[in-house]
């Protein structure tokens, strides 16, 4: 049973680093055209166009802290707040937020009980035929994995190539994903918890995030191998409506769920 478990989480997250792009194969949240079964993955993304400190923002702000972002859809409206324990991809966000960049694209990759995939630029106007999940600014963010930021239900995260090809694990310029996931039993966060120590010695979940895990639930088995950058603080039930819709081969909404974003006070 045990080996059984530890099967399935390798290639839940084969599947996410494959989809991190937009919602691509079953659970990867990659940026790639990989072939992954259930990851946050994005598709092989083009090499780096400019290096990201070369970027700026259009309204910068020099102390960005608490910042939040309105996500708008058909839906209703998405509250995240992002954390400021992750700089890099909290500006990165908020820079392209403040452009517009993600005004008009889809939750191209949409998994129930998994997570919501968005942030490919290809997928603005897509005809129903279009393959998602490959595009991206041109860039990627160097990883920022903390222990205490986890794939609770609302996690906000970005998807990125997977390790093959990306060994440093660096997320996505602008794919990301909203975490849904299930409950969890203190049985298979026992699992999750060995099955994340294998790349990061010494991981262990704090009672306070087992309890979370259970109450509330998330994607444990993406802990420490995606980062996690913000979360939803209102509006959970905006993400479990765009959760319920049908979706076609590839994880694609057959209706399209387009979003707009703007940075709150």
């Known amino acids: 049973m045990k080996r059984l478990f530890y099967t399935i989480l390798g290639c839940i997250a084969l599947v996410i680093l494959a989809s991190a792009s937009g919602c691509d ?24 166009e400019k290096p990201m400190e070369t970027l700026t923002r259009p309204n910068p702000d020099p102390n960005p802290k608490n910042a939040k972002v309105k996500v708008s859809t058909k839906f209703g409206n998405m509250i995240i707040k992002l954390y400021d324990e992750t700089p ?57 994995f903390n222990p205490n930021l986890l794939h609770k239900k609302g996690a906000l995260s970005a998807a990125r190539q997977g390790d093959q090809v990306n060994p440093t694990r660096s997320s996505s310029g602008s794919q990301f994903y909203i975490v849904q996931g299930t409950p969890l039993t203190d049985m298979q966060l026992n699992q999750v918890e060995a099955y994340v120590s294998r790349k990061t010695p ?56 387009i979003m707009n974003m703007e940075v709150v006070k």
């Open 202 to 257: 010494g991981f262990k979940y704090t009672e306070a995030q087992r309890e979370t895990y259970r109450k509330i639930g998330g994607t444990a088995q993406l802990d420490m191998d995606y980062t996690v950058f913000g979360e939803v603080i209102e509006g959970l039930n905006v993400l479990d409506s765009i959760l319920a819709q049908p979706t076609m081969m590839g994880d694609r909404p057959k209706e399209d769920i």
């Open 25 to 48: 194969k079953k659970k990867n949240v990659t940026e790639s055209t990989d072939t992954i079964t259930e990851q946050p993955t994005q598709a092989a993304e083009p090499a780096p």
């Open 88 to 144: 890099a991809h909290r500006d990165n966000f908020l820079m392209l937020v403040e452009k517009g960049f993600y005004n008009g694209l889809l939750f191209h990759r949409c998994i129930p009980n998994f997570m919501a995939q968005g942030g490919d630029p290809n997928s603005k106007g897509a005809p129903l035929s279009q393959q998602l999940g490959m595009g991206g600014p041109g860039y990627t963010v160097p990883a920022e």
